[in-house]
């Protein structure tokens, strides 16, 4: 098992605007795609303009399967196309983490 945890950044003040066209545009094909996350939330201490979301996946394989089949979901494409348009996020990082030997993931990939 792995996750894949996700760190962006948005210009100040822009954060509100970004989270807005998610929902609007990407929540639904990106959680068709990749199933429910484990988090997605906007950060409240700290880098406030930066939010986070970690996935779950069975393995390397299984996150490459579902991000190929997300990024040729012309929905995605759509929401891909506005947030570049809108230019709110300037950074991205990216993690892939597995579980420590002794930790029991509460949640299992779909």
Excluded at 17 to 39: I, R, T
Excluded at 82 to 89: C, H, Q, T, V, Y
């Amino acid at each position: 098992m792995i996750y894949d945890h996700r760190t962006y950044t948005c210009r100040p003040g822009t954060i509100k605007k970004h989270m807005k066209l998610y929902e609007e545009f990407g929540w639904a094909p990106q959680s068709k795609h990749l199933g429910q996350p484990v988090v997605y939330g906007a950060t409240e201490t700290g880098d406030v303009n930066s939010y986070v979301h970690i996935w779950i996946y069975k393995d390397a394989a299984d996150r490459a399967a579902k991000r190929a089949a997300m990024a040729a979901d012309p929905d995605w494409q759509l929401f891909l196309k506005k947030s570049a348009e809108a230019g709110n996020l300037v950074s991205q990082v990216n993690k892939i983490l597995v579980p420590a030997s002794f930790f029991e993931p509460p949640t299992q990939p779909e």
